[in-house]
């Protein structure tokens, strides 16, 4: 059979795909689980190290700012060194910092430790995203992408369910049980990645084409070569130095303020869930209920925004999904005295409507930027909105305090709003596109 003229962008989905999507989607399981374990053990820890509301901010934010410092670095690392040497070092990093969280004995020591945590966040979103995108054929790549959203809620939810479990077996420092059992999965998740290979987009962008044709006939057969691979156009090939004063400069403006405006409400709610539905008059067992249900909505609405994403077309889900987790939130400081069943209702339903946002975080910016700068972009647009989220998580206790649940609620109705506007603004449609159209500024 002659595939000379097949584009491996147009070949059906094959057991390495298979393979590799449980690879990355792995990444984003643990990523969910990492980040969102420091809320079910957050009032234990604060009552037993005994935390002013200046350290539980900073606590429960450090591993956002890990992510911030990381995601820059681990961009430009990967589109310097290769995708395959950074997909190890995430899961070792979750294991090293995890397991040191089971000794630690102050705040600063928590910080640093959850610090450590979010560096391998960071890496996991430009190193994992990059390499799954650039071997997925287009047909399936938004709805492979989007998928991986879903499996950071998963991973969240797993967290709220495990943690619950622990701190209702282990006494009062269980918390430390709590935050150490991500370990196991950084475990795993360092097993299944073992002999994953280099992208090679990535080997052909730095002129390693012997490389990359042996890794080509391997994925996709033997009678497939270099001549299968799409070439980038000439425009495209820009520089990390031009990135931001190119055509680019504008994407990049719209991934880092969608991408911040899809996840800082998310993060500053998400991490002090406990507190915020107390704070919204659910205490006891509807606070930890409502957490886990809340948890499975997130991944409700992500599944919905998956099955939609092909259909919608990127930028009409958006705007959508923005536009109704605006109004939910305004909705939460409108009623944030209303009964039980409305609060969690209306937590529900801005978990739900955001789904759309939060499943083209990985989407958008790896359909919109080239080989060369791709992970990159990723890793910028992840540190933008990780910056934004440690701030708003660290405010969270701050606010609940000095301006109340209602106040706390309508600025993150704010935060959402503005990410509605810039989607009515910049959003462009990728839909039905291969890598090279939707990366080209010819457009």
């Given at each position: 059979?002659?595939?000379?003229?097949?584009?491996?962008?147009?070949?059906?989905?094959?057991?390495?795909?298979?393979?590799?999507?449980?690879?990355?989607?792995?990444g984003w399981i643990l990523d969910g689980y990492v980040l969102s374990i420091i809320g079910v053990a957050?009032?234990?820890?604060?009552?037993?190290?005994?935390?002013?509301?200046?350290?539980?901010?900073?606590?429960?934010?450090?591993?956002?700012?890990?992510?911030?410092?990381?995601?820059?670095?681990?961009?430009?690392?990967?589109?310097?060194v290769g995708r395959r040497r950074l997909f190890f070092v995430g899961p070792i990093l979750f294991i090293?910092?995890?397991?040191?969280?089971?000794?630690?004995?102050?705040?600063?020591?928590?910080?640093?430790?959850?610090?450590?945590?979010?560096?391998?966040?960071?890496?996991?979103?430009?190193?994992?995203?990059?390499?799954?995108?650039?071997?997925?054929?287009?047909?399936?790549?938004?709805?492979?992408?989007?998928?991986?959203?879903?499996?950071?809620?998963?991973?969240?939810?797993?967290?709220?369910?495990?943690?619950?479990?622990?701190?209702?077996?282990?006494?009062?420092?269980?918390?430390?049980?709590?935050?150490?059992?991500?370990?196991?999965?950084?475990?795993?998740?360092?097993?299944?990645?073992?002999?994953?290979?280099?992208?090679?987009?990535?080997?052909?962008?730095?002129?390693?084409?012997?490389?990359?044709?042996?890794?080509?006939?391997?994925?996709?057969?033997?009678?497939?070569?270099?001549?299968?691979?799409?070439?980038?156009?000439?425009?495209?090939?820009?520089?990390?130095?031009?990135?931001?004063?190119?055509?680019?400069?504008?994407?990049?403006?719209?991934?880092?303020?969608?991408?911040?405006?899809?996840?800082?409400?998310?993060?500053?709610?998400?991490?002090?869930?406990?507190?915020?539905?107390?704070?919204?008059?659910?205490?006891?067992?509807?606070?930890?209920?409502?957490?886990?249900?809340?948890?499975?909505?997130?991944?409700?609405?992500?599944?919905?925004?998956?099955?939609?994403?092909?259909?919608?077309?990127?930028?009409?889900?958006?705007?959508?999904?923005?536009?109704?987790?605006?109004?939910?939130?305004?909705?939460?400081?409108?009623?944030?005295?209303?009964?039980?069943?409305?609060?969690?209702?209306?937590?529900?339903?801005?978990?739900?409507?955001?789904?759309?946002?939060?499943?083209?975080?990985?989407?958008?910016?790896?359909?919109?930027?080239?080989?060369?700068?791709?992970?990159?972009?990723?890793?910028?647009?992840?540190?933008m909105s990780r910056i934004g989220s440690a701030a708003g998580t660290w405010l969270v206790p701050i606010?609940?305090?000095?301006?109340?649940?209602?106040?706390?609620?309508?600025?993150?109705?704010?935060?959402?709003?503005?990410?509605?506007?810039?989607?009515?603004?910049?959003?462009?449609?990728?839909?039905?596109?291969?890598?090279?159209?939707?990366?080209?500024?010819?457009?």
């Open positions: 059979m002659n595939n000379n003229n097949i584009s491996i962008e147009d070949v059906p989905l094959n057991g390495f795909h298979q393979l590799m999507s449980i690879r990355a989607g792995g957050i009032v234990q820890f604060f009552q037993h190290l005994q935390l002013d509301t200046f350290w539980q901010g900073m606590v429960a934010a450090s591993a956002m700012l890990g992510t911030f410092c990381s995601g820059f670095l681990g961009g430009w690392l990967t589109d310097i090293l910092g995890s397991v040191g969280t089971f000794w630690a004995e102050s705040a600063m020591a928590l910080f640093v430790l959850r610090f450590l945590v979010g560096v391998g966040v960071g890496l996991e979103y430009p190193v994992a995203g990059s390499l799954l995108t650039e071997f997925l054929p287009q047909k399936h790549r938004g709805k492979r992408l989007a998928a991986l959203t879903i499996l950071w809620f998963a991973g969240a939810a797993l967290a709220y369910i495990v943690g619950n479990l622990i701190l209702a077996s282990g006494g009062d420092a269980a918390w430390r049980l709590v935050l150490a059992s991500p370990a196991v999965l950084g475990v795993l998740l360092f097993v299944l990645r073992l002999g994953t290979p280099e992208s090679p987009r990535w080997l052909i962008s730095k002129g390693r084409l012997t490389e990359a044709e042996q890794i080509i006939r391997k994925v996709y057969g033997p009678e497939f070569s270099l001549k299968n691979v799409p070439e980038e156009t000439a425009e495209a090939k820009v520089s990390l130095k031009d990135l931001l004063r190119s055509g680019y400069g504008k994407r990049m403006l719209f991934v880092s303020v969608f991408w911040s405006a899809a996840v800082v409400p998310m993060f500053a709610v998400y991490s002090f869930a406990p507190i915020v539905l107390k704070a919204l008059n659910l205490d006891g067992e509807w606070a930890s209920l409502g957490s886990i249900a809340i948890t499975l909505l997130f991944v409700v609405g992500c599944i919905l925004a998956t099955r939609l994403i092909d259909t919608m077309g990127r930028r009409r889900l958006i705007i959508q999904s923005f536009l109704w987790s605006s109004l939910a939130l305004l909705a939460l400081g409108m009623f944030s005295h209303g009964s039980e069943m409305l609060v969690l209702v209306l937590f529900g339903a801005y978990a739900v409507f955001i789904g759309g946002a939060q499943v083209l975080e990985l989407v958008y910016p790896n359909e919109l930027f080239p080989t060369e700068v791709r992970a990159f972009a990723v890793g910028m647009g992840s540190s606010s609940l305090q000095s301006l109340g649940i209602a106040n706390t609620m309508y600025a993150a109705a704010i935060v959402s709003f503005i990410g509605l506007l810039v989607s009515v603004w910049l959003a462009p449609e990728t839909r039905n596109m291969t890598l090279n159209q939707a990366a080209s500024l010819a457009r």
